[in-house]
Nanobody, 125 residues
């Protein structure tokens, strides 16, 4: 069983900062990549916000490049692996539910895609 637990969302004024965390725990052999997605309105598709591979390569869409930074804290055991999303210079259009995602190798089972429960980020103008 694998769980992704997110924290750090909230309400902030435009121009402010927030830091999101996502901790993966459970039966994890390795994590190929982790990332953050967001859904800005019900019915809209989730969009990639930031991703980081096991080798440390990061990816950002133009909409957040230079403002958001993803980082990773890889534990050496199977207890916890954590990523962070530092969000600076926030804009009202960054308002969304942010979801953590991880591609995880589960021992004896294969590679699976896991999602967190989502955390609300609201940026007021």
């Amino acid at each position: 069983q694998v769980q992704l637990v997110e924290s750090g969302g909230g309400l902030v004024q435009a121009g402010g900062s927030l830091r999101l965390s996502c901790a993966a725990s459970g039966s994890i052999f390795s994590i190929n990549a982790m990332g953050w997605y967001r859904r800005q309105a019900p019915g809209k598709q989730r969009e990639l916000v930031a991703a980081i591979t096991s080798g440390g390569t990061t990816t950002y869409p133009d909409s957040v490049k230079g403002r958001f930074t993803i980082s990773r804290d890889n534990a050496k055991n199977t207890a916890k692996n954590t990523i962070y999303l530092q969000m600076n210079s926030l804009k009202p259009e960054d308002t969304a539910v942010y979801y953590c995602n991880a591609h995880i190798v589960v021992p004896g089972a294969g590679v699976y895609d896991y999602w967190g429960q989502g955390t609300q980020v609201t940026v007021s103008s």
